[in-house]
């Protein structure tokens, strides 16, 4: 069965450090790859997208991710984080086998907390 | 104006009851889905609807129905309801095909059972 697994539940950074967050899924076909932020009272919303070609995706207010196959991970990273990037971050996979449907397979989430 | 919307935000009811949450979303799309957040803030698929058809029904109890009256709406009834299913609902939709996984997401609708 396909799993995603976050390895940091909680991570507390102060302003202007870097940041990385590890997602490691387990599925051996094509997958498309998902990551989604939830801010504090907010609704869950796409940060990035992984479907083909260049491995190193861009997404919003200045975060990126790099699919590595062999590794069979899809870490996010941000080189500078603000307060405002206070949020759960969560890492989704859609193998193959989910067809056209929307079904992700989503990890547990990382808690993100950032000091001012 | 809001994409998807789920009402109600917050529902606080007693073991035994049955209780609706409905969705809408303005996104013209095809596909509409329930995902359900536990307490430890996994999320998980329940149902998918394309065009008012059912296509994923992931071994959910048949004490949760879902309704699709049309593509753009999509509701969760749930009968005899028991403390395990309190939990955060998400409504989301997407479009279909390649870029089936780009999910847009209600609010949530929080759901305490006593």
């Known amino acids: 069965a396909q799993s995603v697994s976050q390895h940091n539940h909680h991570v507390i950074l102060s302003e202007a450090a870097s940041l990385e967050l590890g997602c490691n899924y387990s599925?051996?076909?094509?997958?498309?790859l998902f990551w989604y932020v939830q801010y504090p009272g907010q609704h869950l919303q796409l940060l990035l997208k992984?479907?083909?070609?260049?491995?190193l995706v861009k997404g919003i207010k200045g975060f990126e991710a790099e699919f590595i196959k062999s590794k069979f991970s899809f870490n996010l990273r941000k080189p500078s984080v603000q307060w405002s990037d206070t949020a759960e971050y969560f890492c989704a996979v859609k193998g193959g086998g989910s067809g056209n449907t929307g079904k992700l397979i989503f990890g547990q989430g990382t808690t993100l907390q950032v000091k001012p | 104006d809001t994409a998807v919307s789920q009402t109600p935000k917050y529902l606080v009811t007693q073991m035994g009851n049955d209780k609706s949450i409905k969705c809408e979303q303005n996104l013209g799309h095809d596909t509409m889905y329930w995902y359900k957040q536990d307490s430890k803030k996994f999320l998980k698929i329940m149902f998918s609807y394309n065009n008012k058809e059912l296509i994923i029904n992931e071994t959910v109890p048949n004490r949760f129905s879902p309704k699709s009256p049309d593509k753009a709406h999509l509701n969760l009834h749930i009968n005899s309801l028991e403390l395990g299913d309190s939990a955060v609902y998400f409504c989301?939709?997407?479009?279909?095909?390649?870029?089936?996984?780009?999910?847009?997401f209600g609010e949530g609708s929080r759901l305490t059972v006593l």
């Open positions: 989301a939709s997407s479009r279909t095909g390649t870029y089936a996984g780009e999910l847009f």
């Open positions: 992984y479907f083909s070609g260049d491995p």
């Open positions: 599925y051996g076909g094509t997958v498309n």
